[in-house]
């Protein structure tokens, strides 16, 4: 197999293909502080995309309650177990050795689904990437342990089929919303022996080609984070399409002039936690810097949120602002080393990470640039950080603004936000 740098990882790691790195990359950033499982990008997309016969159990976008929730049912513990199963005790990261802009998590020292598949020896013959094929119960429930806690004072056997316990402060969840990361080495691409899948060079984009795509699943078997699904009426897998005429600005109402506009699901988002771009890549494959780039910004930049499990290997280009509340070993182990970082930074952002939050769902265009202009102090605050320690924020009420890929204004918001008082005329009559 060819090697190919993994700036995830920090480090070379073999792939079935040679590195072809796409022009743009479709990227978002999820705040998973701020989701309230409202459960609207998943009907975004549903009825958008999947409302019909033989995608009952297809759910492009997702949000499950962690750590039990999972669609499939325990899609990542089950994965996980198989790698540690193959390299027992050696899936690790070195987060210091190594560490630099192109490496800003450390290193990984396990085996990624493509290396731990080289050793593979079973009935079905090799494998391309380590993985399995959820059985049709774990597909059937979407909302599985929703809203379900994890007392932090009991093993996980003690709590498989329990809801929470009090005292409330000794549990914690959280909602952790998925979709097809479209990642720069995609297992499901990786996998399939029809060369049906394919990554688009123009945005990153994977998509399935339904009319080579012979049903072998293949891909839903080597997909590490299960979303490539088989549709059974069609004999053929299927996978989110990242809102392809969206991003290519051939929305009539959003994008009058041409202009890339953010995917069904982030834009229907309410509590404000997405935000989806499209960052230049180097034709070596490494993301240009820009770091006027809101997901530039946010994720090589300021490094505040992470990919999902990193050390999978795909290289996913979804990334998570970590929820503050939950165990660091749970989240370190989702994210990888770089979360006390990450957190530490969101709990007392400096003013111009501030401005930047400012910007999720505020326009439906996509941004490719951020501006800030300097408005007056307006609150000190105390910010209790993570480590208990206290901290002083001072406030501005700064004004960012946002432009289009033709450097067009798309939205200009200031730090507090307007707040307007109804008329008289129009009492609250509720
Ligand atoms: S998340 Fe899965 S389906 Fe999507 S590109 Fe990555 S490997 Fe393929
Ligand atoms: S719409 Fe936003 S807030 Fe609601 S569940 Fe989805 S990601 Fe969470």
Not at 54 to 62: A, P, R
Request: hydrophobic share 35%; charged share 20%.
């Amino acid at each position: 197999m060819p090697d190919v740098y993994n700036w995830q990882i920090g480090r070379t790691m073999a792939y079935p293909f040679a590195a072809a790195p796409a022009k743009w990359q479709f990227a978002f950033v999820f705040n998973t502080n701020r989701c309230i499982n409202c459960q609207t990008c998943t009907m975004a997309c549903r009825s958008t995309w999947t409302f019909s016969k033989g995608q009952e159990n297809i759910w492009w976008n997702n949000v499950e309650t962690k750590p039990f929730g999972g669609y499939p049912q325990n899609w990542d513990s089950k994965l996980l177990a198989l790698l540690e199963e193959y390299n027992p005790g050696g899936q690790l990261w070195d987060p210091v050795t190594g560490k630099s802009p192109e490496a800003p998590y450390g290193r990984f020292e396990g085996k990624t689904i493509f290396e731990a598949a080289a050793g593979y020896a079973g009935a079905e013959g090799p494998k391309v990437a380590l993985g399995y094929i959820p059985t049709a119960e774990e597909w059937a429930s979407p909302n599985i342990f929703e809203d379900h806690a994890r007392p932090e004072a009991r093993p996980p056997s003690a709590v498989k089929h329990m809801t929470a316990t009090l005292p409330e402060h000794k549990v914690w969840f959280f909602y952790l919303a998925r979709l097809c990361n479209h990642c720069t080495f995609p297992g499901c691409l990786a996998a399939c022996p029809r060369q049906a899948i394919y990554k688009r060079p123009e945005d990153g984009v994977v998509l399935i080609d339904q009319s080579r795509c012979n049903g072998y699943q293949k891909c839903v078997e080597a997909c590490p984070y299960k979303k490539a699904i088989f549709r059974p009426n069609t004999g053929a897998s299927e996978k989110c399409v990242a809102c392809y005429p969206r991003l290519e600005g051939r929305d009539p109402e959003l994008s009058p002039n041409g202009e890339p506009c953010e995917t069904r699901c982030m834009t229907a988002c309410v509590g404000k936690i997405r935000m989806q771009g499209l960052v230049r890549i180097e034709e070596d494959g490494a993301w240009a810097k820009d770091p006027q780039n809101p997901i530039f910004y946010l994720v090589r930049e300021r490094q505040v949120a992470l990919p999902l499990y990193p050390q999978f290997g795909a290289e996913p280009n979804g990334f998570y602002i970590p929820p503050r509340w939950v165990p660091r070993p749970y989240l370190i182990q989702m994210f990888g080393p770089g979360v006390g970082h990450a957190i530490e930074q969101y709990s007392c952002p400096d003013r111009e990470l501030l401005a930047v939050l400012q910007l999720f769902r505020t326009a439906q265009q996509i941004i490719f640039r951020f501006e800030i202009q300097p408005g007056p102090k307006i609150a000190e605050i105390e910010v209790t950080m993570p480590d208990g320690s206290s901290r002083a924020q001072a406030i501005f009420n700064d004004t960012v603004i946002g432009y289009n890929k033709f450097d067009k204004e798309a939205v200009r918001i200031t730090i507090e936000e307007p707040t307007f008082e109804r008329p008289a005329i129009h009492p609250n009559s509720i």
